[in-house]
C-alpha cells in the first residue's frame, strides 16, 4: 500500500482550499463545506458565474488531431512513394513519358484508395465530450435547479438518485443505501456501495475511496448529496482522457518493414541500373545515351509499382474479411500488426467475461446444487450434485432463493421495444438472484404481493448485511442477506429438509466449507436467513438481526464468455502469450483465468497495483521477461500504460483489449487497441485501432488469422514480381556476355511489369490464410519481408527455371524457321522480332504457373482449390487477352516490336505454362517430408523451433 494521499483528480480550487493532511475525503461534511466555501443550501449564483469563469466548463480538452488534408498528403511522401516519384521522372528523362504518367497514377491511385479506407473507419473523436451526461441537478441558493453538465463547477452541491450519470468528481456528504457503478473507471462489475463518512485509511487509487463518486460513472442504487470536487480535465476521467491524448502514434510494425523493403528495393533497382550501364557501355559497346537509356529502364522495371496498390488492397481485403468475423479496423495498416502479435494483454470484465453476474450454485443444509443456464435469460434448470433433487431439497432452495429475491432492489425486466433481450435494473449480484428465482419459478413480484415489503434496513459495510421486513396475514418476517461468516454468527437455527432445528458446530463448519469452495473456485458468496418478527411501525438493526434461522448460501459469478477458453488454446498454439490486466481482485482474476486456461500451473503470479506502484522499471522487465503466467489485479490506467510499454521494450509486439474509459490510454500506447463495441464505451472504441462489434474474444484468433495472411500475401506479391525479374534481366547478361540478340527490349520488360503481371499479382494480395497459418510462431520484429528465404526462391529457384523456359522459346522461335545451331542468329527483321515476341510470351505464360505455386509457401495448391481466388483467374484471363492485343493488334504490335505467332507457337507457350507450378509442388513435397513436425495444428507452444534448413527450405 502506498501512503495516504489527496485523489489525483482534486481540482486546483479545492487544492487551494484543502491541504494534503486534510483532504476532502478526509473531513466531515461541516468542515467539507467550510474548506470549498459552499454550504447545504448549495453554492450562490454569484459564487457559480465566478468559479465558471475561474475554472471554466466542465468539459474535456482535446488535443488538435492530424487535418484531413496532411493525413491525405501524406500518402505522396512516404519513402515508397518518393522512389516512385523518382522513377517517374527518370521515366520522363528517359523519353518514356507514358510510363511516367503511369507510374505517378500509381501513386495517385493508391493514396485515394488508402485514404479512403482509413477516413471511412476512422471519425472525429468527440466520444470523450459525449460520455459525460449532458444535465446535472444541483442545489443553488437552496433550489434545486436542472442544468447542462459543462456548467458544473467545484463546489457544487450533485443530487444524486438511481439511474443518474455523474458529471463531475465529488465528496459525498449525504447517501441512502448508494452504490455507484465505476465499471468505465476500474473494469469492475459489481457496483461500488458508498458512504458519506470521513475517509482516512490508506489506499492505492483514488476510485477506492468509499466517499468520492466519479464523473463519467453511474448511480445503480440509492440517492445521495455530493459537493463538486473536480470538473473537466482535472477529474479521473479527465485524466484518463489526458493520457490516451499524450500518447505519441508510432508506426507499425508493417509500416516499418515497408521502410526496410523500400530501401532495399532501391538500392537492388539502383545498383543493377548502374552496373547494366557499365556492362552495356563497357563491354556491350552501347553510346553513352543508350546505356544511360537502358540503365533507366532497368531500374523502372526493378521497381515494383504495383507493390503500394498491393499492400493496400491486401490490408483492405483483409479488412473486409475481418468484418465477416466480427472485427472493424480502423486503421489499415492495424490488420498486419494483429498478425504479428506476440503478447494480448487483456481486462477481464465484458472482455473475457459475459459482464452478467449469474448464479452458479446453491447450498442448503445436506445438499450442494447447481444450475444452469447463464445470463439475465431466466431459462436453466436446478440440479443437485449426485442425484437429482429430492421434494424436500427443491423445497428447500425455493425458499432460499424466494427469501434472497424479497431481500434485493433489483428489477429484472422482459424483452421490449428498446431491449430485445431480458435485461436488468439494479445491482448485478443481486439481479442475479432474481433471475435464479425465475428459473425455478418464483418471482420477487409474485412473493412481495403475499408478503409485501413494510420495512428495510440498507446494507452497511460494517454489519456487512441488508435486511427487509415483510408482512402476511399471519405473521411478520425478516429477509436477511450478507455475508456468510457474519451471517452464521448471528443465526441459532437452521432449515433442513425435516425442518427447523437448533444450528450446531457441525452445521456451522459444513456451511462454511462448502463457502470456501466456492470462494476457491471465483464464486462470490451471500447466505440468506430469516427470522419472524412483532408487527411494527419502525424496525431496529439489532431487534431484526438476531436469533436468525439460517437457509443457505447463494454462489454467484461473472461466467466467461463461452468461446473463450479455446480462443486463449488457440492463442497458445499460435504462440502468443495472454496477460490479464484488470481493475477487479486478484483472486477472483486468478480464477477465470484458470477456468480459462490463461494459467494452468502453480507458478502463476499475481501483481497488484499497489505493488507495481513500488516496482522499478527494471523489475518490471525482468517479471515480465521471466514469469510466464502473470495476473495484474486493482491496477489503474497508469499501470496498464506502463506494462504495455514494458512490453514493448521487450522487443514484444502488444495487443491491449478493453472496454471501459480506464482502458483508453492504454490501448492508445499498445502496438493495437482491441475495443468492445457492445459493452465498451465510446472512448475506448475511439482510441482502439479495432472494435469487436460481437464483444467475442474469440473474433481475435480470426483477426490474427487474417493479420497473418496480409504479410504473407505481400510476400507472394513480391516472389511473383521478383522471379520474372530474373527472366528480364538474364538476356541482357547474355546479350553482354556472349553477344546474342537481345532477347526482350525495355519496352517489352515494362509491358510485363506494368501490363501483364499486375491484376496476377493482384490478386495474390487478397488470398486466404493458408492452412496451418495458427500452428507457427509469430514473426519474429527482427524477420523481414524480403528474407533470405523469398529472395533465394526468387532469385535462385524459380526465377532460373523460369529463365530456361523463356530462353527455350527463344531459341525455339529461331529453329523453328530454319535457323541451324552454329550459324549467327538474325538481330533484325521478322526472326527476331518472333524471337522476342515467344521471349516475352514465355515470360505470360510462365507467370501463369507462377502466379498458382504463390498461393501457398508451404501446402499444395490443391489443398486449398485452384479455382478459389476469382481474382487470380480473372487475372489470367486479361494477361493472356493482353498478350494477344499486344501480339495480333498492329498498332500495339508496331510500338512494342511484336509479331504474330502460330498455332505451334501457341503449343509450346501452354507446354511451358505449368512450369514453375510443377516445380513448386515438388519443392513443397519435399519441405512437407523431411519437416512434417512444422505444420503439426496440435503442437504445443516453443516445441517446434525451425531448423536453419528448414528456414531456407
Request: with cysteine; hydrophobic share 45%.
Amino acid at each position: 500500500m502506498t501512503e495516504s494521499r489527496a485523489p489525483q483528480s482534486l481540482h486546483p480550487a479545492a487544492q487551494t482550499t484543502v491541504s494534503d493532511t486534510q483532504s476532502p475525503h478526509s473531513l466531515t461534511a461541516e468542515e467539507l463545506y467550510a474548506s470549498l466555501q459552499s454550504s447545504p443550501q448549495g453554492l450562490t449564483r454569484e459564487q457559480t458565474a465566478q468559479r465558471f469563469t475561474e475554472y471554466g466548463p466542465n468539459e474535456i480538452s482535446e488535443v488538435a488531431g492530424v487535418p484531413m488534408w496532411r493525413k491525405f498528403a501524406s500518402n505522396f511522401y512516404h519513402l515508397f512513394a518518393i522512389m516512385l516519384w523518382i522513377g517517374g521522372g527518370l521515366a520522363f528523362v528517359g523519353g518514356m513519358r507514358e510510363l511516367g504518367w503511369a507510374i505517378f497514377a500509381v501513386i495517385l491511385i493508391n493514396a485515394i484508395f488508402s485514404f479512403w479506407q482509413e477516413f471511412r473507419a476512422e471519425k472525429a473523436t468527440e466520444a470523450l465530450k459525449h460520455l459525460i451526461p449532458q444535465k446535472a441537478r444541483v442545489m443553488r441558493d437552496g433550489e434545486v435547479c436542472e442544468i447542462l453538465a459543462p456548467g458544473v463547477v467545484p463546489g457544487d452541491l450533485l443530487l444524486l438518485e438511481e439511474g443518474d450519470n455523474i458529471s463531475a468528481d465529488a465528496r459525498l456528504v449525504e447517501e441512502f443505501d448508494l452504490r455507484v457503478n465505476q465499471a468505465t473507471l476500474n473494469g469492475e462489475s459489481t457496483p461500488a456501495r458508498r458512504n458519506s463518512r470521513p475517509f482516512t485509511a490508506e489506499y492505492s487509487n483514488p476510485t477506492e475511496l468509499p466517499n468520492m463518486v466519479f464523473a463519467g460513472t453511474a448511480v445503480a442504487y440509492g440517492r445521495g448529496k455530493a459537493i463538486v470536487t473536480a470538473t473537466g480535465m482535472h477529474t479521473q476521467f479527465g485524466t484518463i482522457a489526458g493520457l490516451t491524448q499524450s500518447v505519441v502514434e508510432e508506426l507499425s510494425p508493417l509500416q516499418k518493414e515497408m521502410e526496410k523493403v523500400t530501401q532495399l528495393v532501391a538500392m537492388l533497382a539502383t545498383g543493377l541500373g548502374i552496373s547494366f550501364f557499365l556492362l552495356g557501355y563497357f563491354v556491350g559497346g552501347l553510346t553513352l545515351i543508350e546505356g544511360f537509356l537502358f540503365s533507366v529502364g532497368i531500374i523502372v522495371a526493378n521497381v515494383p509499382e504495383g507493390l503500394l496498390p498491393t499492400v493496400t488492397l491486401a490490408l483492405a481485403m483483409g479488412v473486409q474479411r475481418m468484418a465477416g468475423h466480427h472485427a472493424l479496423v480502423k486503421r489499415l495498416s492495424a490488420v498486419e500488426t494483429l498478425g504479428s502479435t506476440t503478447v494480448i494483454c487483456t481486462d477481464k470484465t465484458g472482455t473475457l467475461t459475459a459482464n452478467e453476474m449469474t448464479v452458479r450454485e446453491l447450498y442448503v443444509p445436506g445438499a450442494t446444487l447447481e444450475i444452469t443456464g447463464t445470463g439475465y435469460d431466466p431459462t436453466g434448470s436446478l440440479e443437485q450434485k449426485g442425484s437429482v433433487p429430492s421434494k424436500e431439497i427443491s423445497r428447500l432452495t425455493g425458499e432460499l432463493l424466494a427469501l434472497g429475491g424479497l431481500c434485493t432492489d433489483a428489477r429484472l425486466m422482459e424483452p421490449d421495444d428498446d431491449h430485445p433481450a431480458w435485461h436488468i435494473v439494479g445491482d448485478p449480484t443481486e439481479a442475479a438472484i432474481l433471475v435464479a428465482a425465475a428459473k425455478i419459478g418464483r418471482s420477487r413480484e409474485s412473493e412481495e404481493a403475499s408478503a409485501p415489503r413494510v420495512y428495510q434496513l440498507p446494507f452497511d459495510a460494517t454489519r456487512k448485511r441488508m435486511s427487509t421486513v415483510h408482512q402476511t396475514k399471519e405473521r411478520s418476517f425478516a429477509s436477511v442477506k450478507g455475508a456468510p461468516r457474519e451471517m452464521l454468527d448471528l443465526c441459532t437455527t437452521l432449515i433442513t429438509a425435516q425442518g427447523t432445528r437448533d444450528i450446531t458446530e457441525a452445521d456451522r463448519t459444513a456451511a462454511m466449507d462448502a463457502n470456501d469452495e466456492f470462494a476457491r473456485s471465483g464464486l462470490r458468496v451471500l447466505a440468506v436467513a430469516t427470522r419472524t418478527v412483532p408487527h411494527a411501525n419502525r424496525y431496529e438493526i439489532e431487534d431484526v438481526e438476531r436469533d436468525l434461522t439460517f437457509v443457505g448460501l447463494v454462489a454467484m459469478m461473472d461466467p466467461p464468455r463461452p468461446a473463450v477458453a479455446r480462443t486463449v488454446e488457440l492463442c497458445h498454439t499460435a504462440g502468443i502469450r495472454i496477460i490479464m490486466i484488470t481493475g477487479d481482485y486478484g483472486l477472483t482474476a486468478e480464477s477465470i483465468a484458470r477456468r480459462i486456461g490463461i494459467v494452468s500451473g502453480d507458478t502463476s503470479r499475481i501483481v497488484t497495483g499497489a505493488e507495481l506502484e513500488q516496482t522499478t522499471d527494471t523489475a518490471l522487465h525482468d517479471l515480465l521477461g521471466k514469469e510466464t503466467e502473470l495476473l495484474f489485479a486493482r491496477v489503474s490506467p497508469e499501470h496498464k500504460m506502463r506494462v504495455a510499454q514494458a512490453l514493448k521494450s521487450l522487443g514484444h509486439v502488444v495487443a491491449m483489449t478493453g472496454d471501459g474509459v480506464n482502458d483508453a490510454p492504454a490501448l492508445k500506447t499498445a502496438d493495437i487497441g482491441i475495443a468492445m463495441g457492445q459493452a465498451g464505451t465510446d472512448v475506448a472504441r475511439e482510441a482502439a485501432d479495432m472494435v469487436l462489434t460481437d464483444d467475442n474474444f474469440a473474433s481475435i484468433v480470426h483477426a490474427v488469422e487474417e493479420g497473418r495472411a496480409v504479410f504473407d500475401n505481400i510476400r507472394r506479391f513480391v516472389t511473383y514480381i521478383f522471379t520474372s525479374n530474373i527472366p528480364e534481366i538474364v538476356p541482357f547478361i547474355l546479350f553482354v556476355l556472349f553477344g546474342i540478340p537481345l532477347p526482350l527490349t525495355i519496352l517489352q520488360i515494362l509491358a510485363i511489369d506494368l501490363g501483364t503481371d499486375l491484376v496476377p499479382a493482384l490478386a495474390l494480395g487478397i488470398e486466404r490464410p493458408e492452412p496451418g497459418v495458427m500452428s507457427r510462431q509469430p514473426r519474429k520484429q527482427s524477420e523481414r519481408l524480403l528474407n533470405k528465404k523469398v529472395l533465394v526462391r526468387a532469385y535462385f529457384f524459380l526465377g532460373p527455371i523460369q529463365t530456361a523456359a523463356c530462353m527455350l522459346a527463344y531459341f525455339w522461335a529461331y529453329w523453328s524457321r530454319g535457323w541451324q545451331p552454329g550459324t549467327p542468329l538474325p538481330a533484325s527483321g521478322h526472326p527476331y522480332m518472333l524471337a522476342t515476341t515467344m521471349t516475352f510470351a514465355a515470360v505470360v505464360a510462365t507467370q501463369i504457373g507462377n502466379g498458382f505455386a504463390q498461393r501457398t509457401t508451404r501446402e499444395s495448391i490443391f489443398t486449398v482449390g485452384i479455382f478459389t481466388n476469382r481474382l487470380l483467374l480473372v487475372g489470367i484471363v486479361s494477361e493472356v487477352a493482353l498478350l494477344a492485343l499486344l501480339v495480333y493488334w498492329a498498332p500495339l504490335a508496331g510500338v512494342f516490336g511484336f509479331v504474330p505467332i502460330e498455332a505451334r507457337d501457341w503449343l509450346l507457350l501452354a507446354a511451358l505454362s505449368p512450369t514453375l507450378l510443377v516445380a513448386d509442388e515438388c519443392r513443397k513435397y519435399i519441405v512437407r517430408r523431411m519437416y512434417p513436425a512444422a505444420h503439426d495444428g496440435n503442437i504445443p507452444t516453443g516445441q517446434h523451433t525451425p531448423s536453419r534448413n528448414e528456414e531456407a527450405a
